[in-house]
Nanobody, 123 residues
Framework: EVQLVESGGGLVQPGGSLRLSCAASGFTFRDYAMSWVRQAPGKGLEWVSGIVSSGGSTSYANSVRGRFTISRDNAKSTLYLQMNSLKPEDTGVYYC????????????????RGQGTQVTVSS
């Protein structure tokens, strides 16, 4: 059974930083691209970032490019999202998502996602 467990969310002031983690199990993590998606209050799901299976290529939504960094540790089956210069509009629930294959990283399509971790950016 595929399991994705996010952690690291919380309340942070504008301009602050958070690092999200996603522990994966139940599948061969190194064989699949992974993504982060988020859902702001009252809005639909938004793709944030993606990374290919090897970690050698990444992609970002325009809204977070230059502020967020996605990475992975295949030895630990863990996905990360370093979020810097956070803005109030970054508030939402962040989900880790398993992609369909090793290379497709963009868009909100996925096979499984976790339960999410809440990120709130507010003064």
């Amino acid at each position: 059974e595929v399991q994705l467990v996010e952690s690291g969310g919380g309340l942070v002031q504008p301009g602050g930083s958070l690092r999200l983690s996603c522990a994966a199990s139940g599948f061969t993590f190194r064989d699949y691209a992974m993504s982060w998606v988020r859902q702001a209050p009252g809005k639909g799901l938004e793709w944030v970032s993606g990374i290919v299976s090897s970690g050698g290529s990444t992609s970002y939504a325009n809204s977070v490019r230059g502020r967020f960094t996605i990475s992975r540790d295949n030895a630990k089956s863990t996905l990360y999202l370093q979020m810097n210069s956070l803005k109030p509009e970054d508030t939402g629930v962040y989900y880790c998502a398993k992609r369909h294959d090793a290379f497709s990283v963009s868009g909100a399509s996925y096979t499984h996602r976790g339960q999410g971790t809440q990120v709130t950016v507010s003064s």
